[in-house]
């Protein structure tokens, strides 16, 4: 049988998340879901499936997948990558070593394996105060994303307060200087909006959202929720938060 391999696409910046890691560093990684969603689009839902065992009390996440998912007329051929994981910053410690298992997995099988070559980024000192100011929260998100022929990151933006602030950015090889620079200039209509509450619509495409998550994919959604907004209740979002966090999700239906 010759060689066969299969290929993943690069994750949009919309799959990316970041955190701070120690000295400031910011990382960039993905979630379980993530993986799950790529499986599903590339060989389709019957043609991955996963496995969970220990090793010295070590949760390591076996992902087999059928690598004659595109020739229906042969018999199911599965190979599995394996790879262990932690719980050193997420939820609850079984399931935590559980999705980051599966996620290392899924690096292995080289969903998203592009970050760990992106480029070794920091928050700026002036922003290193509000990373423990819970009045004040820092949440980072991934506002552009692009890659180069070889399927490494050849420009990405972190920003803050809700893309109005650039924390880090880099392209053609290099950091670009002068971050924590506003990217937008607010205008009065929508420094008003901040305020204002929840509308309806949002509300009612969020609520029927959640409806149809399974548990783990309910867990994971009100960590976003908090990580992107600082709260874990819908009806906590602002007019604007709410709108942004519609755009997002209906963005990842695509």
């Known amino acids: 049988m010759g060689k ?13 998340e970041v955190r701070i890691g120690g000295s400031g560093s910011l990382l960039l990684y993905k979630t ?4 799950a969603e790529v499986l599903d689009e590339t060989v389709g839902q019957a043609n991955w499936q996963k496995k969970f065992y220990q090793v010295k009390n ?11 998912y595109d020739e229906p007329n042969k018999e199911p051929l599965w190979v599995w990558k394996d790879d262990a994981g932690d719980d050193d910053y997420t939820m609850e410690k079984v399931k ?4 980051d298992s599966f996620k290392r997995a899924g690096f292995a099988w080289g969903i998203g394996r592009c970050l760990y070559y992106g480029p070794k980024m920091k928050l700026p000192d002036n922003l290193k105060a509000r990373a423990n100011d819970k009045s004040n929260p820092l949440f980072l998100d991934v506002s552009e994303l692009e890659y180069d022929k070889n399927d490494r990151i050849s420009k990405i933006t972190i920003t803050t307060d809700w893309g109005k602030t650039i924390v880090y950015q880099w392209a053609n090889g290099r950091k670009v200087s002068n971050p924590t620079t506003p990217t937008t200039t607010t205008t009065d209509t929508e420094e008003e909006d901040l305020g204002e509450p929840l509308g309806n619509e949002e509300r009612e495409f969020l609520t029927a959202y959640v409806r149809n998550l399974n548990n783990e994919q309910y867990n994971n959604f009100f960590v976003w929720l908090e990580k992107q907004f600082g709260t874990r209740k819908i009806a906590e979002l602002t007019k604007v938060q709410g709108k942004k966090a519609v755009a997002i999700l209906k963005n990842r239906r695509k």
């Open 32 to 35: 379980a879901r993530v993986d």
């Open 96 to 99: 935590a070593e559980a999705s």
């Open 58 to 68: 070590t949760m390591i996440c076996s992902v087999g997948i059928n690598i004659n």
């Open 4 to 16: 066969k391999e299969i290929k993943f696409r690069n994750l949009t910046k919309d799959e990316v």
